[in-house]
Every structure is written in C-alpha cells, then in structure tokens.
C-alpha cells in the first residue's frame, strides 16, 4: 500500500472512485469522463467489425498491444466455413498485430481474463460482450460495449462514459445449503427489475461472503438489470488473492450517495428460477416445481460465464454422484475454461459427470446464445445455468428455458423435471 | 411518407437479431434479412427506407452485438423511438448513426400508421399533428456534428469533451 489516498471534496462511490483514478480529474455520477482503459477484451462473434472498424473506419493499430486480448469462444471450435473464417482472420490480426489470443478450447472470455491476471482490482476493463460486467467480481469497473466502442478503446487506449449512478446492494446473514450465489443474482434482479439499473452501477457490499467465482456470478448478472457495471467491495478470499494489489481507493467512502439500496437477507433465501423468457421473471423453485411438476425437461445446460467455473461443477457433481440423469434427458456440460477442465479432470469431478450420464463439452459458450453444440427443437424445454431466457435465445422460438443454479439444474436431470436437490439427495444414491 | 412499425416493452438484441444469424454466422450480405426474425417474421422483407420503429420501455436490452442495430442501419430504418433505451444499445445506435429518441410514442400511434420524421429538429408528423422528439444528449451534439463518433476519433485524435 503506502499509496495517499486521493482527497476528495464529497464521498464518492466505487464507480465515482475508480473512473476518476483512470481518469484526468474528480468526477462524480452524471459527469463525463474520459478514462484509460487497462484491458480491451474482444470476442470471435464481432473480431471482423473490430478489424474493419481499425483498419478501414480509424485506419488505427491498436495503441497499446498489451492491452488487447481477442478470445476465440462464441462459437468454438468452428460451426461453419463463414464462422472458421471469420477465426482465422482474428488469429492473422492477432499475428500481426501482437495482441493476445485465446484460441478454441482456452474458454470463455470473462473466465479467461480473470484466470490470466487480465482484469484486477482498480482496473477498467471493457468487453465486447454484454457479460464484461464479470471483472467487478475483483473490483475491476468491468462494462459491455459494441464493436466501435471497443475499436475506439483499442486504438486510443482510452474510453467516453458518463459516470454512473450507484444502487447500493447489501448482503446480511448468511445462505443455507442448497442456497447459491446464482440464487443470490436471480433474487437481486427480480427485485430491480430488467431496467431497475439501467446506466447504473450496482455496488454490492458483501463482507467477506463470497469466493472470487461466486462474485463472478454475482457481477455478471448485473448487466441483467441493465447495469453498466456490478461492482463487488473486496473482501474475503479477494484479499487474500489479491492483497497488496488492491488500491485503498478502490474501497467506496462512506456517505457516498447512492439513488436507491436495496438489503437482501440472504438467511431467507430460497432457491430461484427464472422462468420464460425474461430474466427477471423470478420465481421460487418451489413454487415451479408444483406448477410443472408433469413438464418433462428435454435438456439441462451446465455451464457459461455464469456458472460453468469449478465449484458450479463441484455443487452439479454433489447431486449427481452415484445417480443417472433420467431417460429422455440429456445434461449437457461445458466447463467455463480449460483450467476449470482441467482442475474438474484432476479431482475427478468430470467422471462423476460423465458415469452419471452428462455429455461433455469443449470450454466455451456453448449452446447459451444458439449457435452450437446444444441448440433446442421447437416445444423443448430446458433448464440452463446461463444468463438469459429471451424467446429463441438457445435454438428455436417455441423452445422454453429456465435459467437456475447449478445444483437445481442437476437435480433437474435426475428427475427429468424441475426439481430441488433435497428431492434427489433424500433418495439416496441409487448406483 | 414512412411507416410506423409499433413494438412492446423489453424489445431484446435477440429480438432484433437472433445470435445465430449473426454475420459472421448467416454472411455479412444476408444477416439483416433476420431482423425481428421470430417476432416479426415479415419486418425485414416489408419494411421501407425511413420507417419508424417504436417501441416501449429498455429497448434494446441483452447483448453487446452491434450487428443488431447494423442490421436496422442496412434495412435503411429512419429512427427508434421508445421511452427508455437499455444503454450498451443506446451507444451502439448512436455510434452507427441511427436516430433515437427517447420518448413514448406507443400509446398516440398505431402499427402501420404514416408519418415523417425530421431528424435534426426531432420533429414527427403524424395524421393529427406534430410530436417534438426530445435532442440527442448534449455531450453527442459534438460527435454527430462530425458525422459520427469515428469520424469525430479519425479528424480529432480525442473524444468529444477531451481536452486537445
């Protein structure tokens, strides 16, 4: 540490906090600013629009080499000749350009620059996909852009915001079993709504609750309540991974002013669902259980920047262990890296999986947008630990999709339909 | 005159373009043939250069793909309006060109009716009168001045606000 703290004349926020370190002055929410950007993260899906924009748009190489990272994970390994193309031109950029590449099979972008050091606390750090709210997991200003804006953020190495408001979530109390940081998510955006943060940064205090995965959950989906950025205060396990590292102004004042807080308790929390087809159309588990209790489930989908780290896996393999995924079902599973692959291989969770009939998967998005590897038929319904539940989002239009935590996707499979842990783990291991 | 095609709350990017008719997916030449492709089949083969689309509440809410408001931008669509945009689309539109406003216009138009819109001033004219479309944010007046916010990156070296 040692590093002064930044006098300032009035409480700031977090976002208020790091966008004027990054930036050139003291700004507060509603002020404009103009910050540097420490890391500009660019996926397969828009790497053709990127390269256009640089080349023929600004005529521009990226400022700063280091600080670009393209990930090759939307649709991987290759669906199509378009798509393998499409590849092969972000690898030659790469090439040229020196940039970092991720190719096929490294894992999805968010997990990818966490795992690498890409994104830390104090940082800004901007994607070119909706979910780059992720890096606030570790106290990174982490935000979702299109292909201009990140274009522009490569070639300048900076980036134009308007500063955001705050909405202050705090957590009390502590979950039960069963009860998960995706439950924590899900209950958070039924209670701001789809819009309730929009152009807004959500600042979660959370003690030392929380490992860095779980905050990784936790910021992703705050993009689901229209956020800008989900800003998680460190503590915990983050200062033990990070210690040092973390700037003492990363921390917001207090007295800081915020437009609305909200407290969840989290002792009271019962498992969620989020039912077709918007995400903040938020149930208990319970409750859909009863109302769907003769729905079969086609599919059940593991994995994503949402859940599909180690301990997702980890809390899948618990229900699953010495059960069969029920006839009629697949369970699909697709591990958020190639270190997550590797560290659920070495403990022997994926065999847990695959003896319990799951199919595995190469690290990436998988079927989570509709591209690859999963895609649903008309009428099918499917229980997925990803992120959004719009009306045609993993395959056709008539397909419906539950989003839910990892253990109540596994217990899904075994029963075939939407089901609790406890329902499965109360029978017993049948193998 | 152009055509108002009238949308709900919570039009999504998928709504706009489904994920696997992205470009690089469907081809750069065909994509916006998709737009609206599950919600409202016939859009991309009926709509006319200058229509308006407007819709409800966070327009445009999910993913970060700037191929969805590209895809309007090819079906030459004259504007967007809705009273609340979700903001990732908000800068995409601005940045590709495309006029919003923010206001809700859903409940004095029906689907299908004819009106014009005069985009500098904001002002649309409908069959019983005139609406005054609020500006874009004043910190955009300068980028649009230059045509576009590329166009203001490429003749300034700096954003719009940045000290030279």
Same mark, same amino acid.
């Given at each position: 540490?040692?590093?002064?703290?930044?006098?300032?004349?009035?409480?700031?926020?977090?976002?208020?906090?790091?966008?004027?370190?990054?930036?050139?002055?003291?700004?507060?929410?509603?002020?404009?600013?103009?910050? +540097?950007?420490?890391?500009?993260?660019?996926?397969?899906?828009?790497?053709?629009?990127?390269?256009?924009?640089?080349?023929?748009?600004?005529?521009?190489?990226?400022?700063?080499?280091?600080?670009? *990272?393209?990930?090759?994970?939307?649709?991987?390994?290759?669906?199509?000749?378009?798509?393998?193309?499409?590849?092969?031109?972000?690898?030659?950029?790469? &090439?040229?350009?020196?940039?970092?590449?991720? $190719?096929?099979?490294?894992? =999805?972008?968010?997990?990818?620059?966490?795992?690498?050091?890409?994104?830390?606390?104090?940082? =800004?750090?901007?994607?070119?996909? #909706?979910?780059?709210?992720?890096?606030?997991a570790?106290?990174?200003?982490?935000?979702?852009?299109?292909?201009?804006?990140? &274009?522009?953020?490569?070639?300048?190495?900076?980036?134009?915001l308007?500063?955001?408001? *705050?909405?202050?979530?705090?957590? #009390?109390?502590?979950?039960?079993?069963?009860?998960?940081a995706?439950?924590?998510?899900?209950?958070?955006?039924?209670?701001?709504?789809?819009?309730?943060?929009?152009?807004?940064?959500?600042?979660?205090?959370?003690?030392?609750?929380?490992?860095?995965?779980?905050?990784?959950?936790? &910021?992703?989906?705050?993009?689901?309540?229209?956020?800008?950025?989900?800003?998680?205060?460190?503590?915990?396990?983050?200062?033990?991974?990070?210690?040092?590292?973390?700037?003492?102004?990363?921390y917001?004042?207090?007295?800081?002013?915020y437009?609305?807080?909200?407290?969840?308790?989290?002792?009271?929390?019962?498992?969620?669902? #989020?039912?077709?087809?918007?995400?903040?159309?938020?149930?208990?588990?319970?409750?859909?259980?009863e +109302?769907?209790?003769?729905q079969?489930v086609?599919?059940?989908? =593991?994995?994503?920047?949402?859940?599909?780290?180690?301990? $997702?896996?980890?809390?899948? &393999?618990?229900?699953?262990?010495?059960?069969?995924?029920?006839?009629?079902?697949?369970?699909?599973?697709?591990?958020?890296?190639?270190?997550?692959?590797?560290?659920?291989?070495? $403990?022997?969770?994926?065999?847990?999986?695959?003896?319990?009939?799951?199919?595995?998967g190469?690290?990436?998005?998988?079927?989570?947008?509709?591209?690859?590897?999963?895609?649903?038929?008309?009428?099918?319904?499917?229980?997925?630990?990803?992120?959004?539940?719009?009306?045609?989002?993993m395959?056709?239009?008539?397909?419906?999709?539950?989003?839910? *935590?990892?253990?109540?996707?596994?217990?899904?499979?075994?029963?075939?339909?939407?089901?609790?842990?406890? $329902?499965?783990?109360?029978?017993? +291991?049948?193998? | 005159?152009?055509?108002?095609?009238?949308?709900?709350?919570?039009?999504?990017?998928?709504?706009?373009?489904?994920?696997?008719?992205?470009?690089?997916?469907?081809?750069?030449?065909?994509?916006?043939?998709?737009?609206?492709? %599950?919600?409202?089949?016939?859009?991309?083969?009926?709509?006319?250069? !200058?229509?308006?689309?407007?819709?409800?509440?966070?327009?445009?809410?999910? /993913?970060?793909?700037? %191929?969805?408001?590209?895809?309007?931008?090819?079906?030459?669509?004259?504007g967007?309006?809705?009273? /609340?945009?979700?903001?990732?689309? %908000?800068?995409?539109?601005?940045?590709?060109?495309?006029?919003?406003?923010? %206001?809700?216009?859903? !409940?004095?138009?029906?689907?299908?009716?004819?009106?014009?819109?005069?985009?500098?001033?904001?002002?649309?004219?409908?069959?019983?009168?005139?609406v005054?479309?609020?500006?874009?944010?004043?910190?955009?007046?300068?980028?649009?001045?230059?045509?576009?916010?590329?166009?203001?990156?490429?003749?300034?070296?700096?954003?719009?606000?940045?000290?030279?």
């Amino acid at each position: 540490m040692g590093r002064m703290t930044n006098p300032t004349p009035r409480p700031q926020t977090m976002a208020e906090k790091i966008l004027s370190r990054r930036g050139t002055h003291t700004v507060y929410a509603g002020d404009l600013a103009v910050v +540097e950007v420490d890391q500009v993260m660019v996926v397969d899906s828009i790497a053709q629009s990127f390269i256009q924009r640089m080349q023929q748009d600004l005529g521009a190489t990226p400022k700063y080499p280091e600080r670009v *990272s393209i990930v090759i994970d939307h649709v991987a390994p290759a669906s199509t000749v378009s798509v393998a193309q499409a590849q092969k031109e972000a690898r030659e950029y790469a &090439a040229q350009t020196g940039v970092r590449l991720f $190719d096929v099979g490294r894992g =999805i972008c968010h997990q990818v620059l966490m795992e690498e050091g890409l994104a830390r606390p104090g940082w =800004i750090v901007l994607g070119s996909d #909706s979910h780059s709210t992720t890096y606030g997991a570790v106290a990174a200003f982490g935000s979702g852009m299109g292909a201009t804006d990140i &274009a522009l953020a490569a070639a300048s190495g900076k980036t134009w915001l308007k500063v955001p408001d *705050s909405v202050k979530v705090t957590f #009390s109390g502590d979950l039960r079993p069963g009860v998960t940081a995706k439950d924590v998510a899900l209950e958070m955006i039924r209670r701001l709504g789809a819009d309730g943060a929009t152009y807004q940064s959500i600042e979660m205090h959370a003690g030392d609750r929380f490992t860095r995965g779980e905050r990784m959950t936790l &910021a992703n989906l705050c993009v689901e309540a229209g956020a800008k950025a989900g800003l998680v205060v460190p503590g915990g396990e983050i200062l033990t991974a990070y210690g040092y590292d973390i700037p003492e102004w990363v921390y917001p004042d207090a007295g800081a002013t915020y437009v609305q807080s909200i407290e969840i308790d989290l002792a009271a929390l019962n498992p969620r669902m #989020s039912a077709p087809s918007e995400v903040d159309n938020v149930f208990d588990v319970a409750q859909l259980r009863e +109302e769907l209790r003769d729905q079969h489930v086609d599919q059940v989908f =593991i994995g994503t920047c949402t859940n599909g780290r180690i301990e $997702d896996l980890h809390a899948a &393999a618990d229900v699953l262990r010495g059960r069969r995924v029920a006839p009629g079902t697949r369970l699909l599973v697709i591990p958020a890296s190639s270190q997550v692959m590797e560290d659920a291989m070495a $403990d022997g969770t994926l065999l847990t999986l695959q003896r319990a009939g799951a199919v595995l998967g190469t690290p990436g998005c998988g079927p989570c947008m509709g591209r690859h590897q999963g895609v649903l038929a008309p009428g099918e319904v499917c229980v997925s630990t990803s992120n959004r539940n719009f009306i045609g989002r993993m395959g056709d239009k008539d397909a419906r999709i539950y989003l839910a *935590s990892p253990a109540v996707a596994a217990a899904t499979a075994v029963m075939g339909r939407v089901a609790l842990p406890e $329902d499965v783990l109360t029978q017993g +291991e049948v193998a | 005159m152009a055509r108002i095609w009238k949308f709900g709350d919570s039009v999504n990017t998928d709504d706009i373009l489904p994920g696997k008719f992205a470009p690089f997916m469907a081809g750069e030449d065909v994509f916006q043939t998709f737009a609206f492709h %599950y919600i409202r089949p016939e859009f991309a083969a009926e709509v006319r250069p !200058g229509d308006v689309l407007i819709g409800g509440r966070n327009w445009g809410l999910g /993913s970060s793909r700037e %191929y969805a408001p590209q895809a309007l931008k090819k079906l030459q669509v004259g504007g967007i309006v809705a009273p /609340s945009f979700a903001r990732i689309h %908000y800068r995409n539109l601005l940045n590709l060109g495309i006029p919003a406003f923010e %206001y809700d216009l859903t !409940g004095l138009l029906e689907d299908g009716a004819e009106v014009s819109l005069d985009v500098p001033t904001g002002v649309l004219t409908h069959a019983g009168g005139t609406v005054q479309l609020p500006p874009p944010p004043e910190f955009l007046r300068e980028a649009l001045a230059e045509g576009s916010i590329l166009a203001f990156f490429k003749k300034h070296g700096r954003f719009p606000g940045e000290p030279a």
